[in-house]
């Protein structure tokens, strides 16, 4: 072989093996309602600044609308590896890191300032520390907004309108403890069922944050909708332990950078939702109930409280209500 051969062989052998090294490495994410909605929206802002943070190293292919399955499932794909990351609600996240059960308790925030505080601040920063060692990574926060009942039966004001309803909740014990001493008939059921079993009137409700209730067009199944705010339902960007551990420290910080800027669009389109949404859903024929007497819903809740009090420290509860 000639020396130029040889030299040219070299060559497209070294740059076969670049682009051999440059082909991305692209990442799973999964979440339960569309592309537009807020999950989506932070997803896609995630996957954007992972894909330019890294130079097109890391790219993302996305299953909205629960193509993965419900969000217990998907947490423990992730635990697997299966799956490389997850845009989840706190619903079933109690059950896999039981520190997260805390932030589920009902009427536990005043607002939106309080929560996004809350978990941006020291508490909610030391309970993304307790992941690791299940097997999860928690990037961030994002959220999902403050959950409102919404029913094929009736308005609900108060808990003894709400007393008897048969209502989807998530598989989440703090949350359907609280429900029932307003009176309500829990029955836990993973998201991907549930608009057929609102349809088919295996149940007589269910309660979401509005872009929930928006992206998942439930006003085509539902009259009712009592902006009761009974929940803050936060949620999580978390990751893979095996997409994590092979990540070099700066990318590590672009991932970490990314969620950070995740969280913020994400919790913006639910601050949209939450301003236009509720008109949006009128309009669509849903009749909207908006002078919730809160303080009955507080008042009932009072025996769950003395159970939460015992699981999770009247303290630690404290600290939190404390947050100003
Ligand atoms: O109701 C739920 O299960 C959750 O709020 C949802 C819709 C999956 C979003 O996290």
Redesign the pocket.
């Known amino acids: 072989m000639k020396l130029g051969h040889i030299a040219a062989a070299c060559l497209s052998f070294a740059l076969g093996a670049s682009a051999f090294a440059q082909a991305p490495t692209v990442l799973k994410i999964g979440y339960?309602?569309s592309k537009e909605s807020h999950?989506g929206v932070g997803s896609t802002v995630f996957c954007d600044e992972i894909e330019k943070g890294t130079q097109g190293r890391y790219k993302c292919q996305h299953f909205a609308n629960?193509a993965l399955g419900?969000?217990r499932e998907q947490i423990e794909a992730i635990q697997l590896g299966t799956q490389d990351l997850v845009n989840?609600?706190t619903?079933p996240v109690g059950n896999f890191v039981p520190e997260v059960k805390i932030v589920d308790i009902p009427f536990l925030f005043r607002d939106y300032d309080h929560a996004r505080k809350v978990m941006d601040g020291p508490i909610g920063q030391d309970i993304l520390t307790k992941f690791p060692s299940k097997g999860i990574i928690a990037l961030a926060w994002t959220e999902?907004g403050f959950?409102h009942m919404t029913n094929s039966k009736r308005d609900i004001v108060k808990p003894t309108d709400a007393a008897g309803l048969k209502m989807r909740t998530?598989e989440n014990k703090v949350h359907m403890d609280g429900y029932r001493t307003f009176g309500i008939l829990p029955t836990p059921m993973?998201?991907p069922e549930?608009f057929g079993a609102l349809q088919q009137g295996t149940v007589d409700g269910?309660e979401?944050?509005i872009p929930?209730i928006l992206a998942?067009k439930f006003s085509q199944v539902q009259k009712h909708l009592s902006l009761t705010g009974h929940v803050y339902?936060p949620?999580l960007l978390l990751l893979s332990p095996k997409v994590w551990n092979k990540l070099s420290d700066a990318d590590k910080k672009v991932f970490t950078e990314a969620a950070k800027k995740a969280a913020v669009a994400q919790r913006k389109k639910v601050n949209d939702d939450e301003n236009n949404g509720i008109a949006q859903l009128e309009k669509d024929g849903m009749k909207v109930t908006r002078t919730v007497d809160g303080a009955a819903f507080r008042e009932a809740l009072k025996p769950a409280y003395v159970s939460y009090a015992k699981e999770f420290g009247a303290d630690n509860i404290k600290k939190i209500t404390d947050v100003k």
Do not use: C, D, H, I
């Open positions: 339960a309602t999950y629960s419900g969000e989840t609600s619903g999902n959950r998530m993973a998201f549930l269910q979401n944050p929930v998942s339902s949620a």
